[in-house]
């Protein structure tokens, strides 16, 4: 395992915009915040998802879009520097009126409302090309 | 997106009593603590589960009830005040012996055993009417 | 309910190792930095994965194994210390390629990658037995 210790610096609370999407909002705040590491935690509900699976043989994302609306019923992630630019690594839970849920990766997501916490570091997160699992991953051990 | 920077202040582990109110639990913390904003992650089990789904066409909660116990495989969610009352908004994905899911806005469930950690801030959270979801939402750019 | 003001002292992000024990890797961490009370939020995916689902009248953990690989759409747990070694108590909820979602205890798990925000706190979590429940809960009046 890799790890690093951290240290905090500034905390959000988050109302996600309707109708814009949900990683992008998350997004915008590492842009204007210029927050390059930080996690967060959110809840809300959203008109419909694409979720990511990763096939971990053939080391490919397949997605699965959906055109329904869905409570967000978990959802934790976290914003890292992907070639430059923020990326927010978000997954999430989603459910429908009769309760069932479905999970994974949240590519992208129309927002109803949405409510983020997000606690930012001092520490840069980088995000490099993983050989072993053709991810891109955090680099925790070059600093 | 309203977004706030927050200032936080206290901290809290809770251990959620059993045959008490799930949701009920967090609320009673932040009415002992005087708590007007926190964010808190928390995992158990509870005893049957009441589950909202907010009908986005429609605009209204509805209910479905569990009659059955379940793991509280994820539970996020925050404090904030509601006509002038803590309101935990509270969701959560509940699991059953075989592993299948269910998931969504959490209304009520009967703990059979519950941790919490509870994080507040200085800002208080105000719920007030919002016109396009017809939802209470945080009201951020009051402040 | 019982609950305890805590005092936040580190914070860690972590890589977990590809091939590693998901459960396995938050208590190697609590053992090289000495953590005694924590919680955590983590995604990823795995390989596999052992689930838990208590019975809460027989009052005995069944084991559901799936040897498949998931998404972890949301994990969230502290670690705390039992019988004098750290514990990590960890929910979680599994994705599969189509979107359906498994949840509850995660027991064990072989990670594919796995990302993970641990906050410690000053005072330590010690697991003693309840009675009412036969679970090792948090003794919080103790300190």
Same mark, same amino acid.
């Given at each position: 395992m890799e790890y690093r210790e951290v240290e905090p610096t500034r905390e959000f609370v988050c109302g996600l915009s309707h109708g814009a999407d949900w *990683?992008? %909002?998350?997004?915008?705040?590492?842009?204007? &915040?210029?927050?390059?590491? +930080?996690?967060? =935690?959110?809840?809300? /509900?959203?008109?419909?998802?694409?979720?990511?699976?990763?096939?971990?043989? *053939?080391? %490919?994302?397949?997605?699965?879009?959906?055109? &329904?609306?869905?409570?967000? +019923?978990?959802? =934790?992630?976290?914003? /890292?520097?992907l070639e430059g630019e923020p990326f927010a690594h978000t997954h999430a839970v989603l459910s429908r009126p009769d309760g069932t849920a479905i999970a994974g990766h949240l590519d992208a997501g129309t927002v109803f409302a949405g409510e983020a916490w997000v606690r930012a570091f001092e520490e840069p997160l980088v995000r490099e090309h993983d050989a072993v699992t053709d991810l891109d991953l955090w680099s925790l051990d070059a600093t």
């Open positions: *990683r992008g %909002e998350l997004e915008t705040l590492a842009t204007e &915040e210029t927050l390059d590491a +930080a996690f967060f =935690v959110a809840l809300g /509900a959203v008109q419909d998802a694409t979720i990511f699976f990763y096939d971990q043989d *053939r080391q %490919e994302y397949d997605a699965v879009e959906f055109d &329904e609306p869905f409570e967000v +019923a978990s959802c =934790v992630g976290n914003i /890292a520097t």
